[in-house]
């Protein structure tokens, strides 16, 4: 199987930014994209940014201009660089990866725990 480990999240000021880290380990034959959502209380998980294996980028217009998705393909690694933060970026970040396992043919999503990020005014 495919694991999903996060790091970064945290508490900011307006205007401050954030850095966000996915890292995914196991049987990976292929990953065919990894992104980012956002969860806010009471409401879906929506989609932040995305990357694909192209590198074709994909962001929400809300964060279009302040977000930048990147990913290191050597690691396994997507990032999310998240700069002039508001308050309605408040959420629960979750990272997800869809990807191929060894000794599989489908590609399949993987979920990641999901970070807390937090910015005040």
């Known amino acids: 199987q495919v694991q999903l480990v996060q790091s970064g999240g945290g508490l900011v000021q307006a205007g401050g930014s954030l850095r966000l880290s996915c890292a995914a380990s196991?049987?990976?034959?292929?990953?065919?994209?990894m992104g980012w959502y956002r969860q806010d209380p009471g409401k879906q998980r929506e989609l932040v940014a995305t990357?694909?294996?192209?590198?074709?980028?994909i962001y929400s217009d809300s964060v279009k201009g302040r977000f930048t998705i990147s990913r290191d393909s050597a690691k396994n690694t997507v990032y999310l660089q998240m700069n002039s933060l508001k308050p309605e970026d408040t959420g629960v970040y979750y990272c997800?990866?869809?990807?191929?396992?060894?000794?599989?043919?489908?590609?399949?999503?993987?979920w990641g725990q999901g970070t807390q990020v937090t910015v005040s005014s």
């Open positions: 997800k990866v869809a990807a191929k396992a060894e000794f599989t043919w489908r590609t399949l999503d993987y």
């Open positions: 990357i694909a294996s192209s590198g074709t980028t």
């Open positions: 196991g049987t990976i034959f292929s990953i065919n994209s």
